[in-house]
C-alpha cells in the first residue's frame, strides 16, 4: 500500500498543471507591453497643416500595443473638418478606440474634445473620470471637476493592466495641475493591478506641482518633446506603477503634430 501511495505522488509530481491552473514560476513572468504617449494637436502638425495620415503613419511606425492620445477632435469645428478624429485613427491603425470627451457640446452630430485610448490589445472595461478643470471654452468659470481622464483596462499576457490617458492644464499657473494631481492620484489608488499614465502633463518632471504624482509612479527618462520643430520642454510623459519597469524610452522624431511622442518599452511582473 505504502509503494502504492509513493507512486502515485510521483506520478502526480511529474504530471503537467491541469488546464485553467498556474504552473509553478509561470506567475511572474515577464510580459512586454509597448506603449506610446502621443498629443496629436487635433492633427495639425509643426509646420502648421492639418494631416490626420500623418498622425496614423506616426502611430503605425511605432507598433505599439497601447497609445494614449490628447487634443483629438471629434465633429469639434473647422480645423480638424468637423471629422470624428477618434475613430478615423483606429481605422487607419486598425486598433479599439475609446475616447474620453473633456467636451461635449449638443448638435448633430455633437462636438466632442478630448482624450483617447487606442489599443491592440483586448478592453475589458473603460471609464471616463472627472478631474479639476479650468475652462478653455468660459473664461468665467471657476475650476470645477470636469471629465477627460480617460482609463481603460487592458488585457496583456501578464493580466490586466490600467492605462490612462490626461491632458493636464497649460496654463503658467500650477495651481490647477496641482488639484489635477491630487484628483489623478485618487483615481489610480482604485486600482491594485499594473498602472500605466500616457499623457501631456504641461509641465516637466521636476515641476513642483507633479511632486507627489511621483510617490505613485515613476516617468521614463526620455528627452524633451515640446515643440516638436526644436523640442526644450519634457511635457510629454510615459509612467508606471510599482511592478512595471521600463525596458527602454525614446521620443519619436515626428512633425505630425506640435509636441512629439514618447514611445517606452515596458516589462510586467519584471
Do not use: C
Not at 502611430?59 to 473647422?78: N, Y
Not at 489623478?184 to 507627489?212: H, S
Not at 505613485?216 to 510599482?242: E, I, N
Amino acid at each position: 500500500m505504502r509503494a502504492l501511495l509513493i507512486t502515485l505522488l510521483t506520478l502526480l509530481a511529474a504530471t503537467p498543471a491541469a488546464a485553467g491552473t498556474t504552473p509553478a514560476g509561470s506567475a511572474h513572468r515577464p510580459v512586454a507591453l509597448r506603449v506610446l504617449s502621443f498629443n496629436t494637436h487635433t492633427g495639425i502638425g509643426a509646420d502648421g497643416r492639418l494631416d490626420l495620415d500623418r498622425v496614423a503613419a506616426t502611430i503605425r511606425a511605432a507598433r505599439p500595443d497601447v497609445v494614449g492620445l490628447q487634443e483629438v477632435d471629434v465633429h469639434w469645428s473647422e480645423r480638424s473638418g468637423f471629422a470624428d478624429q477618434a475613430r478615423e485613427l483606429a481605422r487607419r491603425t486598425g486598433l479599439r478606440v475609446f475616447f474620453a470627451p473633456i467636451y461635449d457640446e449638443p448638435g448633430t452630430p455633437r462636438r466632442r474634445y478630448g482624450v483617447a485610448v487606442l489599443s491592440a490589445l483586448p478592453v475589458l472595461r473603460t471609464e471616463n473620470h472627472e478631474i479639476t478643470r479650468l475652462s478653455t471654452q468660459d473664461p468665467t468659470l471657476p475650476p470645477m471637476p470636469m471629465p477627460g481622464f480617460a482609463e481603460a483596462v487592458v488585457l496583456t499576457g501578464g493580466g490586466p493592466v490600467h492605462v490612462y490617458s490626461t491632458h493636464l492644464d497649460h496654463r503658467p499657473d500650477p495651481s490647477v495641475r496641482a488639484a489635477q494631481v491630487a484628483d489623478t492620484l485618487r483615481v489610480l489608488a482604485r486600482a491594485n493591478d499594473p498602472k500605466v499614465l500616457l499623457g501631456d502633463l504641461n509641465a516637466e518632471p521636476g515641476a513642483p506641482e507633479l511632486a507627489p504624482l511621483w510617490t505613485a509612479l515613476r516617468s521614463a527618462p526620455t528627452g524633451p518633446t515640446y515643440p516638436a520643430g526644436a523640442p526644450a520642454k519634457k511635457l510629454d510623459h510615459v509612467a508606471v506603477s510599482p511592478g512595471v519597469r521600463v525596458a527602454s524610452a525614446t521620443v519619436v522624431d515626428s512633425a505630425a503634430s506640435d509636441h512629439r511622442p514618447v514611445l517606452a518599452d515596458l516589462v510586467l511582473g519584471s
